[in-house]
Structure formats: structure tokens, C-alpha cells
């Protein structure tokens, strides 16, 4: 299975800033998915990140709050904009095998919003 | 939109139970995987059931697709305190990995020594 790292592992940051939280892989695959967790809960798709077009979210995700990028098949971000302290979740990345039927997911990252 | 319903939502059971975890939906799913979640880490995939009718055995973990692709159940037997963690079920609505998962709620299992 791929390898998937995520950085920051966590942060702690200020009401109306940004953080950009990025997603490597050690191997080319075809599909990266971003999800939110937050305290206590399950997972939320947020969207698809798409390679070298625009992501496609999920209902209830805006690019503007949300802004995605994937420059290439091994590399995906995630930006949290104007965050607020109902951001503060854990949001992890993940990503499909080959063969598309499994999905592995990074460590996570925390973000604690104040 | 596909939902989901995974129960129980918590459980505490003593070292050497048997448990069952279920996953219902009624939605038809091409593929559903199990998880599971520790503190501070992402979901580990434990297996990933296809076929309906199919069922998968992990050491004491057996999981069970059901027949009609919308249900799944999780057993463990004789459970141990290492099995201590957040169990995830999630379901993909198309095959390829085309698609997010959809994910259950979860199932938070203690098992206390």
C-alpha cells in the first residue's frame, strides 16, 4: 500500500487566518480524496482533488473555504481559509490503490482554531 | 445521499467476549471497508468486501458482506484489549475508487482487562 505522509501534523492557529495542510505520496496514484474528522465523529468527504483541474467538492464544501490544489500524482493540498473554531477538526487525505477498490488514509492533521 | 447506519455507537466489553458490530444502509454499495482508528492517527484499513454474500476472516475478526451489497457486520471473538479502538465501516457507491467513501458514524469498542 502507498505511503502517505501529511504536514503539519498539527497546529494550533488564529480565528480569520489560513493554514495550507499538504498531502505526499510515495508512489504515482490516480485518485486523492481530503475528509474532515471532527472531535469525536467520523469521517466527512470534503472533496476529490483533482490532477490538473479544479477538485470537486461535496455538498456542504465551497472552494473558497476550502481551496485545493494537485500539481501532479504523488502531491495534494489543502487550504483551510478564514478559519473559525468550528474548523477545529482533524483532516486527513487519502488515496485509492491501482485497482481502486481500497482507500488508504495519512496520519492526519490536528487544527485547533482559537 | 447514501447513509450509512453503523451500531452500536459504543461498547464496553470484558477481555474474552464475543462481539458483533453492524453496518446498515439502504443503498446498494460496490465495495465496503472496514477500518480502524486509534488516538491521534488515521484509519488503518483492515479488509475490503466486494462480493455479496462474501466473507473475510482476519485472525479473530471475521467481516460479512450481505448478500444484496447494503449490510455488513464485523465479529470479533474472544476480544482482547489490544482490540481497544474506533471501528469504521464505508462504503463506495462506484467501483474503481472513482468515488469518496461514505462512512458510518463508528463504533468506539473498549475492551477492559
Known amino acids: 500500500s502507498a505511503v502517505i505522509s501529511q504536514k503539519p501534523s498539527r497546529d494550533i492557529c488564529q480565528r480569520g487566518t489560513s493554514l495550507t495542510i499538504q498531502c505526499q505520496v510515495d508512489?504515482?496514484?490516480?485518485?486523492m480524496f481530503w475528509y474532515r474528522q471532527q472531535p469525536g465523529q467520523s469521517l466527512t468527504l470534503i472533496a476529490t482533488a483533482n490532477q490538473g483541474s479544479e477538485a470537486t467538492y461535496e455538498s456542504g464544501f465551497v472552494i473558497d473555504k476550502f481551496p485545493i490544489s494537485r500539481p501532479n500524482l504523488t502531491f495534494s493540498t489543502l487550504t483551510v481559509s478564514n478559519m473559525s473554531p468550528e474548523d477545529s477538526s482533524i483532516y486527513l487525505c487519502?488515496?485509492?490503490?491501482?485497482?481502486?477498490?481500497?482507500?488508504?488514509f495519512g496520519p492526519g492533521t490536528r487544527l485547533t482554531v482559537l | 445521499t447514501q447513509l450509512l447506519e453503523q451500531s452500536p455507537q459504543f461498547l464496553s466489553i470484558q477481555e474474552g467476549e464475543n462481539l458483533t458490530v453492524y453496518c446498515n444502509s439502504s443503498?446498494?454499495?460496490?465495495?465496503l471497508q472496514w477500518y480502524r482508528q486509534e488516538p491521534g492517527e488515521g484509519p488503518v484499513l483492515l479488509v475490503t468486501?466486494?462480493?455479496?454474500?462474501e466473507v473475510k476472516k482476519l485472525k479473530r475478526l471475521t467481516f460479512q458482506f450481505g448478500d444484496a451489497r447494503k449490510d455488513s457486520s464485523l465479529h470479533i471473538t474472544a476480544a482482547q484489549p489490544g482490540d481497544t479502538g474506533l471501528y469504521l465501516c464505508a462504503g463506495a457507491s462506484t467501483g474503481g475508487g472513482a468515488d469518496g467513501l461514505t462512512f458510518g458514524k463508528g463504533t468506539h469498542l473498549i475492551i477492559q482487562p
Open positions: 468486501v466486494v462480493t455479496g454474500g
Open positions: 508512489s504515482q496514484v490516480t485518485m
Open positions: 487519502s488515496v485509492t490503490d491501482y485497482w481502486g477498490d481500497e482507500q488508504f
Open positions: 443503498s446498494v454499495f460496490s465495495s
